[in-house]
């Protein structure tokens, strides 16, 4: 069983789409309520918790729903289509909200674009799943969030060029790349991947691998309450997800201002460090998910929150910007890979089949409640403590996903018996 790249790279650019926008997002918007409509920091914090606040509601809903979804274009596509389309449109009013200094005609594209993009994100992920034979997801979610990664260096090189270091910077330019990507993306998907066809074929595989020919695997566990040990598995990792993602997206979210109040970065320049991290992180995909195959996925997770809670905590002790941060930062994207590639498929490892979708819910559920909470208290301290408050902050909600981490003893990667050594090389179909 060897697992065909060039079509899970085709299903990617559906993830690229959606990170080049959150990068985007992340970056930019900070900054225009900050230095545009002088929004303080926890306000601003609270403001960037609307999406999250969305997606705690959107992601189960929509996952769900394309559960039970059956078209003639397949069960996710119609809601990637959909979803994008609205987003690159309302997502323009932006940059031209900032322009004309209207806060109301901002918060109204803000609400419309946050809608658009929480009703297609769960569909988009568990697109890969529906294709993928369950023993191949950790190499598939590499190739996944690696194509994730590419959208986030897009976004990124796109700011440090176009963002002048000085006077009011006209960010119209960045947001019609962007969409232009996302819509260029979603389309070639589409031509390119016929989710029915693809889907029946990943059930007749596992269906195989699982000895069974008559009775799809799915509807055979259909019946089947989850057992006490694994709901327990289940929702320990769903806890480490929340803490991981409580340090890190405290740092990405407030990463833009840090820089340049704390650090004096000036201009676009703070995207280089984020750009590192994500080109260290499409370094790392591919390895990480076949160490994963090699040695389990819990503990690459495990090596990897390591990793990373150790770069936030010396991220603590930097003071002022030095080129050699920049290792620190590629350390992030190495330690974040290991951790993103591998945490998804456990989770799906635990559902039945046909749940695919709503365990996708299930895991942003998680990682969006984390990401309510952490931009307000975070920007809370920042506002009210102090700056250098961010990377201990991080370094310690990390670490408590370590030690949650340890007690899941489900959802690792089972490896598949090898006719020769030279197999354990071969990902291509």
Avoid at 21 to 29: A, E, G, H, K, P
Avoid at 393 to 407: G, I, Q, R
Wanted: glycine share 8%; aromatic share 12%.
């Amino acid at each position: 069983m060897k697992l065909n790249t060039k079509r899970t790279i085709l299903v990617g650019l559906a993830f690229l789409s959606i990170s080049a926008f959150w990068q985007l997002y992340d970056s930019i918007i900070p900054l225009i309520l900050k230095n545009t409509f002088h929004i303080s920091d926890t306000i601003s914090g609270g403001i960037m918790a609307i999406d999250n606040v969305l997606a705690l509601f959107l992601l189960p809903f929509f996952g769900s729903l394309s559960d039970r979804v059956n078209t003639r274009i397949g069960k996710r596509m119609p809601f990637i289509l959909f979803g994008t389309a609205v987003a690159v449109v309302s997502m323009l009013f932006l940059p031209f909200s900032d322009n004309l200094g209207s806060l109301v005609l901002f918060v109204m594209a803000l609400f419309i674009t946050l809608l658009a993009m929480g009703s297609y994100r769960s569909p988009a992920v568990s697109l890969m799943p529906d294709v993928t034979p369950a023993p191949l997801r950790s190499k598939a979610n590499a190739i996944i969030n690696l194509m994730g990664a590419v959208g986030g260096v897009i976004s990124l090189i796109l700011i440090s060029a176009l963002i002048p270091k000085t006077g009011k910077p006209d960010y119209f330019p960045i947001f019609f790349i962007v969409a232009a990507v996302m819509t260029i993306s979603v389309l070639l998907l589409f031509w390119k991947i016929k989710e029915n066809p693809l889907r029946m074929e990943r059930e007749r595989i596992d269906r195989m691998s699982d000895g069974s020919q008559d009775v799809p695997k799915e509807e055979a566990s259909a019946k089947a309450p989850m057992a006490p040990e694994v709901r327990r598995s289940l929702i320990l990792i769903l806890i480490s997800v929340s803490c991981w993602f409580m340090g890190y997206n405290a740092v990405t979210t407030a990463f833009s201002k840090y820089a340049q109040i704390y650090w004096g970065i000036q201009g676009g320049g703070f995207a280089n460090c984020l750009l590192v991290a994500t080109v260290a992180a499409i370094c790392s995909y591919i390895p990480v998910g076949a160490a994963a195959s090699r040695i389990g996925r819990k503990k690459t997770i495990l090596g990897g929150v390591v990793l990373l809670a150790s770069m936030f905590a010396l991220g603590a002790a930097v003071k002022e910007y030095h080129i050699w941060i920049n290792g620190l930062f590629a350390l992030v994207g190495v330690a974040w890979a290991a951790i993103n590639v591998n945490s998804y498929p456990m989770v799906v490892e635990m559902s039945k089949g046909a749940d695919i979708g709503k365990f996708t819910g299930f895991y942003y559920t998680f990682s969006m409640a984390a990401q309510i909470i952490t931009p307000i208290l975070s920007g809370f301290l920042l506002e009210h403590v102090g700056y250098y408050t961010l990377f201990p902050y991080a370094a310690l909600f990390v670490s408590a996903a370590f030690f949650t981490m340890l007690f899941v003893k489900h959802g690792d990667s089972r490896p598949l018996p090898k006719k020769s050594r030279l197999e354990a090389f071969d990902v291509d179909d």
